[in-house]
RNA sequence: GGCUCAGUAGCUCAGUGGUAGAGCAGGGGACUCAUAAGCCCUUGGUCGCGUGUUCAAAUCACGCCUGAGCCA
């Protein structure tokens, strides 16, 4: 299949290619869908899109957990790589690379890295003493621990001395390449508050890191040194370069870096942002490739304002909410109900509020009732007016006619929920609109161009809602395009040849006359969970 | 201890010098095309606390309190 993309510029997306020691939690879903939705977006607007996930599976920790399951790391890894997959599919997430740091081409690549950044003179050898948590994967300060030598993140578990050889990375070297890249492009650590702790953090001099373990089996050994492992972080990133690369052709760095590198759009937890902002680009930096255009650290999730954590006990299922609510629910919940970049909280009863206010009641009502509308009063057609004829102060045009923008820059600034919320003013006038003019009753006046004109206006203001929605909630706009006479699926990745993004996404395209298909609620209202009784 | 961000209605948040706002939730009403949806009206806030600057402060300054986070 040979695409037109035009003199659209590539864009490819990432997320962080998820640790593998446990079944996806809410967080990786989180992160996942907002990707999804950017990646949507660009393909929507007809740009060739790479969205990559994978996962990161080296390292101590997976070996011991696997060592305590009593299986083998490749076993280990295989069986909840399935697990992510299987949420991504329930998720309806369109990603283009799956890429899992075990698999050999990554190697390919890691090895050619590794001897770029050897011979550029970056990796010494030394001694690396202190305190090591293994579920960190990190050194710590001693004055940071809790008594008994525990982990301030992993509570329970103890840190352990470490004093070993290790191969390190001059990140002292780039200290003011770095400082250059933050004051040149402020738009590269986001948000605000996150540049802000990577500025506090570097400017108290950066010092070198080791990029190799010894006494660990699970990972690549170092290329110079098969005696050492290379640190799980040093190989992890690098797979977002192995990602860029299609798996059938034989690995290569100058390859994979050819076509989409530098990627577009790093999307992160708040927590990895160190390795993203500070290591990644010294390390690209010292193999002479341009650094990424942006890095993203959302916030985290609570639950009913909690903390959440296993210790905890209330942790957040997302393949039980997918199972009970569907993908387009779930993605709508966290794209519209939390403001990305900073933490969001999940409360169920809030969950159900929002989807029932917004996508049953004010969107799918309003679709179903002006369709029901037009199949009696304009025999199941568009109405047939003249689109050019609508006056240009008309309510729902006016609003129409600057939505695509706005929703096509909050897409673009990663503010799903300010483009969420700008669509639903639409379909909120929408329903106002339909109420203030009553077509039921000028129908039954006889007024039936005016009876057209209303509900052309409406039924316009749906198609152009459920586009622009499209990227958050597919499946929902699939449907609303197809009751609006539209054979169209929003699934597909070619979406933007399909359809022109400049009509479509555009007040006033609505072809009069199309036959409408059947009318059916396209999101149906969740119950309340049940409160329990009291004895 | 140093630094960053936040604190506005029950909930989620907008509002950066000029009479406190939106959505959701709660209460009432009129309508009937519709998923008991939608529409209209409405309850609800000494804008974390204090001091200062100003004719005027949610907004600016300083101090404090609370929460989240960063300091390898």
Known sequence: MTLNFADK????ITTPLYYVNGLPHIGSAYTTIAADVVARFYRLMGHSVLMITGTDEHGQ?????????GVSPQAHCDEFVAGFEHLWELLNISCDRFIRTTADRHQVIVNEFFQRVWERGDIYQGQQQGWYCVSCEEFKEERDLLTD????????QQVEWRDESNYFFK???????LEQLYADRPDFIQPESRRNEVLSFVKQGLQDFSISRINLDWGFPVPTDPGHTLYVWFDALLGYITALQDPSDPPSLAAATAEWWPINVHLIGKDILRFHAVYWPAMLMSAGLPVPGRVFGHGF??????????????????LALVHRYGPDAVRYYFMREIEFGKDGDFNETRFINVLNADLANDLGNLLNRTLKMAARYCEDR???IDPEAIPLDHPLAALGRSLGETVAEAYTHLAFSQGCTAILALVQASNKFLDDQAPWSLYKQGKQAETEAVLYAVLESVRQAAYLLSPVVPSLSNQIYTQLG???????KDIGQQLSYGDHAAWGYLPPGQPLGVASPVFQRLELPELVASP
């Open 9 to 12: 510029p590539r864009f490819a």
């Open 61 to 69: 920790k997976i070996q011991r957990t696997a060592e305590e399951r």
């Open 149 to 156: 030598q525990r982990c301030p993140i992993h509570t329970k």
């Open 171 to 177: 990140l002292s070297k780039y200290q003011d390449q």
């Open 301 to 318: 999730l609570t639950k009913d304002g909690q903390k959440m954590g296993k210790s905890q006990g209330n942790t957040l299922d997302p």
């Open 382 to 384: 568009v109405p047939v």
């Open 486 to 492: 539209f054979a169209v699926d929003f699934n597909q």
